[in-house]
């Protein structure tokens, strides 16, 4: 079975603070993924990368980076949190880009 | 562009009757379409989805959507709700031409089995 972790599941910083949230997945997967997830909004894409040290931006990138070093740990930062990045943030792993995407827990963010 | 729609915000449905979680997609090309499961405080799971072939195509616990290209729909359908389908429902699609790596998720639809 394919397992993709999360470093926290929930997580308190304060506005002006610098995030990271870690992703680890154990089936040698090409494809990562993080999204954000916000009520009536679904599952909206902000990075992806489809191999070491290469990102692509999703739909909503801005104040936020990623960082791959290894192939299974893709690592999304907020430079400088605020509050309207208070979300649950999904990270998601495939082996093909076309295919079945695992998904981790999810962390629950709140920035005060 | 690619877009994917659950009209549906709330489904409500008595257990053992049947339950339909609509869904309906926008691409230019053909698609690849998926559905996916939310429990509380979990991740995503998948459930099933279609690539090519059959229209009705059968997932896990004991799920299936029909695939239907002329309505361009991809309804979830289950023929006896448990209380334990109790979650939420999403919808993805992926343009199969399209060269970018993005699936589009629906906003999702939750879905309640009354005992």
């Known amino acids: 079975d394919v397992k993709v972790t999360q470093s926290s599941r929930y997580l308190v910083k304060r506005t002006g603070e610098k995030v990271f949230l870690e992703c680890v997945q154990d089936m040698d997967h090409e494809n990562m993924f993080w999204y954000r997830q916000d009520p009536g909004l679904g599952l909206r894409l902000i990075y992806f990368?489809?191999?070491?040290?290469?990102?692509e931006k999703g739909d909503i990138p801005e104040g936020y980076s990623v960082s791959r070093e290894k192939k299974e740990r893709f690592s999304l930062i907020l430079e400088s949190a605020s509050t309207n990045q208070t979300s649950m943030y999904l990270c998601?792993?495939?082996?093909?880009?076309?295919?079945?995407?695992?998904f981790g827990p999810g962390t629950r963010l709140t920035v005060l | 562009a690619q877009s994917v729609a659950q009209p549906e915000d709330q489904v409500n449905v008595a257990e053992g009757n049947p339950l339909t979680v609509k869904c309906t997609y926008s691409?230019?090309?053909?698609?690849?379409l998926f559905w996916y499961v939310q429990y509380p405080n979990r991740g995503l799971q998948f459930l099933l989805k279609?690539?090519?072939?059959?229209?009705l195509v059968k997932g896990s616990y004991g799920f299936e959507a029909e695939f239907n290209k002329s309505q361009t729909s991809f309804h979830l359908k289950k023929p006896s709700a448990l209380v334990s389908d109790s979650a939420l429902y999403f919808c993805a699609v992926r343009d199969i031409g399209d060269t970018g790596n993005q699936f589009y998720f629906g906003t999702g639809t939750s879905l309640t089995v009354i005992p």
């Open positions: 990368s489809y191999d070491v040290k290469m990102k």
């Open positions: 691409v230019s090309g053909n698609p690849y």
């Open positions: 998601a792993s495939s082996l093909y880009y076309t295919d079945t995407q695992y």
């Open positions: 279609y690539i090519t072939g059959d229209n």
